[in-house]
Every structure is written in C-alpha cells, then in structure tokens.
C-alpha cells in the first residue's frame, strides 16, 4: 500500500457504507457519493464485525466496556484483536481520515446503543473510533460526506 505515486489520500471507510453486506442482518447501509470518494480518495473498507463474527450474527453492544450480545456471549478480545490489526494499518500507512458509520459499537462515533439491547442511544464512540481518535485521525460520519469531500 506504499506506492510513493499515489496522490490520493487513504480514507478508511466502514464496508457497510460501501454497499456490501456485511451488517448484522446481512444487508448494507450503503451512501450515496461513493464514486466522488472514489476519485478523492484511496478506500480501504474495513468491517471489524464481518470479520470476526461473519454474518448475518447477533446484534452486538457494549456494555460496562464489554462486547457482548444479548446472550451474553462475550466478544471483547476478538474484536479488540481485530481492531489493533486496523491500527497498526493505519499507523503504517499514515491514514489521517475515517468515514465511519454511527451508531454502531464499533464504528459508531458519536452515539452508541446503551447496552441493554433496548433500541436506547446514548452519547459516546464505538472501540475503533476510541483508537482511531488516539491516533488524531478526522472521523466523518455518513451524514458528513460532503463535509469530508470538502476538506
Ligand atoms: Fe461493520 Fe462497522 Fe458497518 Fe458494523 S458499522 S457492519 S462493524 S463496517
């Protein structure tokens, strides 16, 4: 992913914003804008859930710090596993920018569901976006496209 040509800046966006199905339930959230990315920036989609759960899986939140779904089932080292991976690709690309969709206990970055599986938002990041913030990467939401095509 060096190649010293490129121009375009990497933009880290999650899968699902991109029209593959890789949520929960097996479908997509898919924007629109996606060609005008395209010719901004180099994509690296990213879906730490797919990757770790596959799909279509249980819904998963966070609660008191842990991953979990509403069997209790515990996902915590697995996804946190999976998102160190993402850092260190950011960190070895200097990747300054995310598009990230919200709400998600991952990807979200400015809400998140509470916990309790009870449709509740509350204020707060999801465990990629917490890391991604460490490394000062701008994050975008799916409302903020234009915001980011404008930088
Ligand atoms: Fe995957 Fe993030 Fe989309 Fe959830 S929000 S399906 S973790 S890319």
Same mark, same amino acid.
């Given at each position: ?26 479908? $997509?959230?898919?924007?629109?804008? +996606? ?7 180099? &994509? =690296?989609?990213? *879906?730490? %859930?797919? /990757? ?14 842990e991953?979990?779904?509403? $069997?209790?089932?515990?996902?915590? +080292? ?7 991976? &993402? =850092?260190n690709? *950011?960190? %070895?690309? /200097? ?8 709400k ?43 915001k980011?095509?404008?930088?």
């Amino acid at each position: 992913m060096n190649d010293k040509k490129l121009l375009k800046p990497y933009l880290l966006v999650s899968s699902c914003l991109l029209g593959n199905n890789v949520r929960y339930d097996g479908k $997509n959230c898919k924007i629109d804008y +996606i060609n005008l990315l395209e010719n901004n920036f180099t &994509i =690296i989609p990213i *879906c730490p %859930e797919f /990757d770790v759960l596959g799909c279509p899986r249980n819904p998963i939140e966070i609660n008191d710090n842990e991953v979990i779904d509403q $069997n209790n089932n515990n996902y915590t +080292i697995l996804i946190k596993k999976k998102i160190a991976s &993402i =850092i260190n690709l *950011c960190k %070895e690309n /200097d990747i300054k920018y995310a598009l990230l969709k919200e709400k998600s206990p991952t990807c979200g970055s400015h809400f998140i569901y509470d916990g309790t599986f009870s449709h509740k938002l509350i204020k707060g990041s999801g465990l990629l976006v917490k890391e991604l913030k460490k490394l000062h990467i701008q994050i975008f939401n799916e409302d903020e496209v234009l915001k980011l095509l404008n930088i």
